[in-house]
């Protein structure tokens, strides 16, 4: 029933606004929803669902142990110790100069910093960034197109040194992961593909990336996490005050390339569930 009263809808629909005068009205439409689907909502971390999932999720364990991977300045970092300030917390930022600025607060809230990258396999890489960023960004990214594309701006490099997951996980005797976060400007299905044996023993609870434009660069699907992931995961797109679940593959819901905040909750843990389309 709920179907066909959605083709009525749908037939009625397009033949009074499918029509080229009708344009700019349905783009507006489209704009409005993808936002309530939890895209492009970006403007500050009540917005983007960053401060529900850190508050009601992770803050929910004692002493959860967190890997950020493409922390930057600090910023994350900063807000998962002021909401788990028992979190034992690695972060992982392979630009030299923005490095420096993690440090700092890391050394301000007791965290780990690393100067390196994470990737599928362990060596060096090249970093891009802006050329007139002599202290980095935010955006720096290992592919110089979302700098020269997407950003538009003329690119300049850095050798960094990449590990994996795997070889933390081993070098550090850790057993158990509560969250991995990557934000890597279109690189975190490589970092996933690092820590390829630690998905496989079941050791990671959750894993949130940024899914963007950039990984139109990286030419990475959602199609890839959802087969490399979906087998043992639920996901999940954050709101600004809850989760969206994202319970079956459909290319037109999920291939959807702009600024969004994707969970992916290890099944067997039991910490949520998805009752979503």
């Known amino acids: 029933m ?31 929803s993808i936002r309530g689907m939890g895209l492009l909502n970006y403007e500050n971390d009540q917005i983007s669902g960053e401060s529900f999932f850190l508050k009601q999720i992770l803050g929910c364990h004692v002493r959860p142990l967190v890997l950020d991977v493409g922390a930057n300045r600090g910023a994350y970092a900063e807000k998962i110790m002021q909401n788990s300030a028992a979190a034992v917390l690695y972060a992982f930022e392979p630009h030299p100069t923005t490095f420096l600025a993690l440090q700092q607060v890391a050394e301000r809230y007791g965290f780990e910093a690393l100067n390196c990258g994470m990737g599928a396999e362990v060596g060096t ?22 700098i020269e594309d997407i950003h538009k701006v003329p690119a300049t490099a850095v050798e960094v040194g990449v590990s994996t997951i795997d070889t933390f996980v081993a070098q550090r005797g850790l057993e158990r992961i509560t969250l991995l976060k990557i934000d890597t400007e279109g690189h975190e299905y490589q970092v996933l593909l690092g820590a390829k044996q630690a998905l496989e023993r079941g050791m990671i609870d959750m894993i949130q990336i940024e899914f963007n434009e950039m990984n139109v660069i990286s030419r990475t699907f959602f199609r890839d996490f959802y087969t490399w992931l979906g087998g043992a995961y639920d996901m999940y797109r954050l709101l600004p005050d809850g989760l969206l679940p994202l319970t079956k593959y459909r290319p037109l ?25």
């Not at 606004?17 to 349905?26: G, I, M, Q, V």
């Not at 099944?267 to 569930?273: A, D, F, P, V």
């Open 2 to 32: 709920k179907g066909k009263i959605f083709a009525v809808i749908a037939t009625i629909y397009r033949r009074l606004f499918a029509r080229p005068a009708f344009y700019l009205f349905n783009k507006f439409l489209f704009d409005l």
């Open 125 to 146: 890489l090249q970093l891009y960034d802006r050329q007139t960023a002599g202290d980095g960004t935010e955006h720096a990214s290992l592919y110089r197109e979302v």
């Open 253 to 277: 819901h999920c291939e959807l390339f702009a600024f969004q905040n994707l969970l992916f909750v290890r099944r067997e843990q039991g910490i949520l569930s998805p009752s979503g389309d």
